[in-house]
């Protein structure tokens, strides 16, 4: 057992060696000096990265433990360096990531006096963090950080904050080491009952509609269960959709995959929730963008939900066959049974279910009209899914119509490569996840789909990627326009565009040049592919102002409070009224 | 249907955790009429939070599922329902009279079994245990006798027979 000497400061260096931490983002402040002093001394192999603003940090630390399937750590200052930290801690929270924040706090004397830069860090975070500590005694220090990075990781995973006092970080305690410590009393349930398991597998096999639902659980549980769902899925036969979150689990392009579902969901995907006898989730929550109208979603099913978080099941949606486990656990069980039991699904029943989809495809609900003059955004994304596919690039995206189509016309064949802001939908999310995933993949091509309007939140972060030298490219998606909010207004608020028009935006090609990065700026189609080859090919940091249609919408749509077999199709069938009770919704 | 319900939690006793359950239940919506909380094992240092919130089964469910999310929360369950628990609660009631009414809240005291733990010559302080409905019955018959302050310990509560939580 390892118990040395070791001051707070020490400590969590010593903490980030054992638990395998090499990257670290931050930015400094007076409660967090001793720390930083300790980085300064440190011989080690810990890279910190300097960010421009702590909600860049949060981020960054999102990107980076999304790109790699490890624990994002960082670093803030207290007062406003937690409350500005507080919108990625909550993102983070949303979207289940594992992110360990250490934070500074002033000294234990000083706290409950108003002291300069005090804040009530655990008292903030408590909502917004999957657990948070504030740290009395030097001697709890090292069993806290232990405890910290073994909650974010485990079970369902997602941010935790560790508030040190600045006194505790110069105070000199006991240091034990991680592997006697265990926490008191959380064991999150990793393997599901064998017998549930087996009810689920007789329900698959009387199947004769049926459909996979998967989510971002699948891609928080691991390679391994990537794998194993690709499996699962291909024994059966059966069509999978997936949720923004879970995209890359199984191929995009794979025959199988009918396309992403939900509120901007394929038609076929949304059909085939609607009209299936069985719902197989897998690592999915029932988020109300996936269910639109709870009481009429999926009406006829039967249905499972694999999940590690027991609260999520029978949350929004009621469920026969609940199987509260991991998601690798519970698909290499599933397996195993369906194999020595010699299951067999209904082939004859599937095969029409199949042409039944088909027909759904026929309706192409992701066509656009293409234009030669102007840039259609979907076309946009199309060219740079066409011109990057063979390059394993990680994408990420703020929040809006461009994240949506990025969604449906970017096909990942990979997990980890999708990163984006589902459950909190942050705006300015993008860009310091990109340079998060950069830091964890530095040889790939790493993007961030923008928008004109998301990417000024957190602009500043263009300059800790000039710093460290990471050659992210932003791709941004300028329709001059909230989009989003430009959509809703059109559709629910009589095309009254309240303040979703952005006057004066930068000349986003002399910014990129401010900043010591390059700007390119494509205003033509013809000229669109050339544009995005420069943007590849340029070894540094690019900003690529794609100037597009301003009127383009995002479909298919299930209006607020409508059904999945109620989708808008784009042009054409946009007079369908929204009710009242839909319009209050988000 | 909305009814009551009554909710116990085990917790370890660590710094903030009230503020969590309490936090967790007011940021999802739900409201607490009757709390109380106490160490229950000085050895382990684990807390028990009792609380008494109005729903139905199904939102109660909900409840505690989260609930039981929470790091610190060993254990939580609807002792109403799952339980047939029972429950108790104490309470101190101040009652200001001279005269008939003076006399006649003493002889109802009697009744309640309720104990006289001061007194002047104007004023009673009485202590009661019981369920929370024999206590609201006997504030209600206080009220015209010259009620003046209640204080109550909120909501007690343990499951029957041998079985442990």
Known sequence: MVSIQLTGAEMVLQAFEDHKVDTLFGYPGGAVLPIYDELAKDKNSIHHYLVRHEQGAAHAAEGYARASGKVGVFLVTSGPGVTNAVTGLADAMMDSIPLVCISGQVPSHLIGTDAFQECDAVGITRPCTKHNWLVKDINDLSRILHEAFYIAASGRPGPVLVDIPKDIQFQTGTYIGPETIKHKSYRPKLKASIDKIDEALKLIVKAQKPVFYTGGGVINSGNAAVQLLREFVRLTGFPITSTLQGLGAFPGDDNQFIGMLGMHGTYEANMAMHDCDLLINIGARFDDRITGKVDEFSPDSKKIHVDIDPSSINKTINVDVPLVGDVAHVLEDAIKLWKSNVYKVDKAAVKNWWSTIEKWKEKDSLGYKNDEKTIKPQYAIQRLYELTKDKDSYITTEVGQHQMWAAQYYKFNKPNRWITSGGLGTMGFGLPAAIGAQVAHPDKLVIDIAGEASILMCIQEMSTAIQHQLPVKIFIINNQYMGMVRQWQELLHDKRYSHSYTDALPDFVKLAEAYGAKGIRVESPAELDKGIQEMIDYNGPVIFDCVVDQNENVYPMIPSGKAHNEMLLGKGNEDSEISDEGKVLV | ?165
């Open chain 2, 1 to 165: 249907m909305e009814s009551k319900h009554t909710v116990s939690v085990l917790v370890d006793n660590e710094p903030g955790v009230l503020a969590r359950v309490i936090g967790l239940i007011s940021g999802r919506g739900y409201n607490i009429d009757s709390l109380s909380v106490a160490e229950v094992d000085m050895e382990s240092h684990v807390s028990r939070i009792t609380f008494v919130t109005l729903g139905n089964e199904i939102t109660i469910n909900k409840m505690i599922a989260q609930l039981q999310k929470l790091i610190p929360v060993k254990k939580a369950i609807n002792i109403t329902l799952d339980k047939q628990g029972i429950e108790r609660e104490m309470a101190l009631v101040k009652v200001v009279a001279t005269g008939e009414k003076r006399v006649e809240s003493l002889r109802l005291s009697d009744a309640f079994r309720a104990k006289v733990i001061d007194t002047t010559h104007d004023s009673f302080v009485f202590e009661l245990n019981g369920s929370p409905v024999k206590i609201d019955a006997f504030i209600d018959l206080m009220t015209p006798l010259g009620l003046s302050e209640v204080s109550r310990t909120g909501v007690v509560a343990i499951a029957r027979g041998s079985e442990k939580l």
